[in-house]
DNA sequence: CCGCTGACCGACA
DNA sequence: GTGTCGGCCAGCG
């Protein structure tokens, strides 16, 4: 007698498919219908990630909870099976890791135009920098919905993939995160951020810095502001007040126009 | 469609 | 300094 809920049973799909079907077509289809998902350490413990052949889609802390979990939430936010996978795909360890690869695609399939370009925007902050929400929202076509970022970002599918940590309050402080403002904190320094420094900065309301041998305005997480010369570091509030004292916007970092 | 919600922000007590 | 209040806007039920 046969179970046709046994975990043998997609197994046996795919032989079947195997058998009379080129392996590269048994790919492509498996890959558009279904789902996979691996077990893997990153910089916040093991993790839960699921991908479809377009790339990554999901990703959650295993912590003590049961793949059965992780299917279940992945099944009710994304209506698709979801089986397990040989191996992690190219380049999702070094990013788990806080090291990009420019392999890693995503699959934002899913979500609104909106969320993906949110997502897209997050994804380009690199690591040991950190922006303002009021920034993605620009950055993503629509300056009014800062709150929306927010919303967005509070329910990341990919956390860590794409690094929505980096992405700060305007007075400096980090904000709340997916899993924790602690954990958001802990992955900012780790990632070589000077937290106590950027918020001793926007306490004394400096929230951008300029150098006068470059006469560029940048962020202060910005690695061009990083290099600054203490003598030459001059501290703004705002764009505009730095603009007028004769700094352009750094290219790298794109404070406010 | 409409009302409600929220990882925000700036102004103002 | 810190608390609160409106405004804001995409998603969701």
Not at 208 to 223: H, Q
Request: net charge positive; with cysteine; proline share 7%.
């Amino acid at each position: 007698m046969t179970n046709d809920n046994s975990p043998q049973v997609d197994a046996r799909i795919e032989a079947a498919l195997a058998a009379d079907t080129p392996a590269g077509l048994v790919d492509a289809v498996m890959g558009k219908v279904f789902a996979r998902w691996v077990s893997a350490p990153s910089s916040i413990g093991e993790v839960y990630v699921a991908f479809t052949r377009d790339g990554m889609q999901f990703l959650r802390p295993r912590g003590d909870e049961e793949i059965a979990e992780f299917t279940r939430a992945y099944r009710e936010r994304f209506a698709r099976p979801l089986m397990s996978a040989e191996k992690a795909p190219a380049g999702l360890l070094p990013a788990l890791h806080g090291r990009p690869s420019q392999t890693l695609a995503f699959d934002l399939s899913a979500l609104t135009a909106f969320e993906r370009s949110v997502l897209e925007v997050t994804r380009r902050i690199p690591a040991g920098q950190a922006r303002p929400y009021g920034w993605v929202a620009r950055e993503a076509g629509n300056p009014g919905a800062v709150r929306a970022v927010g919303s967005v970002l509070a329910r990341n599918p990919v956390p860590l993939l794409v690094p929505c940590h980096r992405v700060v309050r305007a007075d400096g402080t980090p904000g709340e995160y997916i899993f924790g403002a602690a954990q958001k904190e802990r992955l900012l320094r780790a990632e070589g951020m000077n937290l106590d420094e950027v918020v001793d900065l926007a306490g004394q309301g400096v929230h951008y810095l300029a150098s006068d041998t470059t006469n560029i305005v940048c962020f202060p997480t910005c690695r061009d502001a990083r290099r600054i010369t203490p003598r030459h570091r001059h501290g703004f509030g705002t764009v505009a007040e730095a603009v007028e004292a004769g700094y352009r916007p750094c290219r790298h970092c794109r404070p406010a126009a």
